[in-house]
């Protein structure tokens, strides 16, 4: 029995060292020493940074003769990068400079590279027209599943892929007499109160991304029945709402870390918990029995999620600008991209521990390749389902649906939940006030919220959310006290 736990406590002893690791990584840059140095700012977690690190340190010993010390500056999600590289920036322009401290930002999903290429702070990336081989559609190509993998004005690109899906413990669901989630609305089960694990989307891209494809799966679905409509849009973006309601009321806590999910849906602390691929992967096997069998699974929902990526940019006016630049080209070579998925030890494979991402490359998806694969099952683009995302329907919402979330299910989720227990486990309740979405309909949303959000006005942003936080707060009290409404 020891022996089975020593992964789950090697596990649980790095979540709990992480914030310790970060913080480190911050106040010992100075002290680093190097012939030449590189800063990079990312979400990656430490196994990444170290064999990225180590790797790109060898080769460009190889290249230039010249060892090298990157500075990895690490604060958090994709929510804390972006105000820590809008702090810098604003810093950089009140003094007149062209750029900061930082060289790359490596890692995220692509609406934050977007955002960060739309504000003018990112470089054309020089690989574009040093490796133009590697672009071409059996490699790198444009996008895929709607999802873009590198920006027409080639100022970030994509180095690995990801799904979100559902991680989930069997034997809680063996307990709870429920089959295995296949869809995204299968959380939603009322069989998941107070066992479901959720991200805060506030503190992490990736969850946000996740709930994005969740609404968005329910307005495609919408669209194929009626027609592509305003009215179906509003119907089918109602529909995503209620179900994150729904998934917000079966929470038993919203993590600041996505990595805390897997965990504690392994420790059967919940029974299930929306989570990226390789997070998923790493913690089944980390759980894994000797007859190869494991409690922990994860799944890529049926029909609801793309194959997005995880990119990787340089910044305007990087202080190393041709090292940073050749950190992008030796990512996206078959020396970086082997990386991501060789099982530790092979040649050419990380040193101490498999990093369970998927390259971006479709060309190294060989047998040759996959032999040394530590998921040559897992291949991204011949499994994709049937979702195919459409930015011009949720796109521009994205960041409204961070705090929206909030807004909607975490602020008031003491009420959320009395209401939900009082609708499927007590003798009243009104469902149809809980799904009231009046404040965040489609069109408030996209008329009134993103425009506000784009205007950068904290203190309006503030007066809204809290209304609206006020609001639905009000309705889950009069959904509690509800007699005999509708179930």
């Known amino acids: 029995m020891l022996k089975r736990l020593i992964p789950v406590f090697a596990l ?10 970060l913080r480190k990584d911050s106040e010992v840059a100075a002290a680093g020493t190097g012939d030449d140095r590189l800063v990079i700012i990312t979400p990656h977690n430490d196994s990444i940074r170290s064999e990225f690190g180590e790797a790109f340190a060898a080769h460009w010993q190889r290249k230039t003769g ?48 977007i955002d960060q290429a739309r504000l003018g702070r990112l470089a054309v990336l020089e690989v574009f027209d040093t490796e133009p081989q590697w672009f071409s559609g059996d490699r790198i190509a444009a996008g895929f599943s709607g999802e873009t993998y ?30 295995p989630p296949q869809r995204w609305e299968d959380l939603g089960d009322a069989a998941y ?18 709930f994005e494809m969740l609404v968005q799966e329910q307005m495609q679905d919408v669209i194929r029945q009626q027609g592509d409509t305003p009215e179906s849009r509003a119907e089918g973006w109602r529909r995503g709402m209620n179900l994150l309601q729904k998934l917000g009321a079966n929470a038993r806590y919203f993590s600041d870390s996505a990595s805390k999910i897997p965990y504690d849906v392994a420790m059967g602390d919940a029974a299930a918990g ?11 096997d980390a759980v894994r029995y000797e007859d190869g069998t494991s409690r922990l699974h994860w799944i890529s929902p049926e029909g609801g999620t793309s194959v997005s990526v995880d990119s990787i940019a340089v910044f305007r006016g990087a202080p190393n600008m041709e090292i940073a630049q050749e950190f992008v080209r030796f990512c996206l070579s078959e020396e970086g991209q082997l990386l991501w998925n060789y099982r530790p030890g092979t040649e050419g494979g990380p040193k101490s521990r498999a990093l369970r991402r998927l390259p971006v490359r479709r060309d190294l998806y060989t047998p040759k390749h996959l032999r040394h694969f530590t998921d040559p099952e897992a291949l991204p ?17 994205f960041d409204a649906l961070r705090v929206i979330f909030r807004a909607v299910c975490m602020d ?42 784009e205007r950068d006005d904290p203190l309006e942003v503030a007066r809204t959310l809290t209304g609206i936080s006020k609001a639905f707060a009000a309705r889950y009290r009069a959904a509690a006290e509800a007699k005999g409404g509708q179930p």
């Open 12 to 21: 649980l002893a790095l979540v709990v060292a992480a914030p310790l690791l």
């Open 66 to 113: 010249r060892s090298i010390y990157i500075d990895w500056r690490a604060p958090g999600g994709g929510g804390d990068i972006k105000r820590l590289i809008a702090s810098a920036f604003g810093a950089a322009e009140d003094l007149g400079k062209e750029g900061t401290a930082f060289d790359v930002f490596f890692g995220g999903g692509t609406k934050d590279f």
């Open 150 to 179: 590198y920006d027409p004005e080639h100022r970030w690109v994509g180095v690995c892929v990801s799904q979100f899906g559902i991680v989930y413990n069997r034997d809680a669901l063996g307990w709870l007499d429920l089959s």
């Open 193 to 210: 109160f107070g066992r479901l694990a959720l991200a805060d989307p506030t503190k992490s891209s990736s969850v946000t991304q996740a």
């Open 274 to 284: 929306t989570c990226i691929d390789f997070y998923g992967r790493s913690f089944e």
């Open 381 to 397: 683009y011949e499994r994709t389902g049937e979702f195919v995302y459409q930015p011009e329907l949720t796109g521009a919402a």
């Open 412 to 453: 008031p989720h003491d009420e959320l939940k009395e209401a939900w227990q009082a609708v499927h486990f007590g003798s009243g309740g009104d469902l149809s006030l809980i799904h009231d979405i009046d404040g965040i309909e489609y069109a408030q949303v996209m008329n009134e919220l993103v425009p506000l959000l």
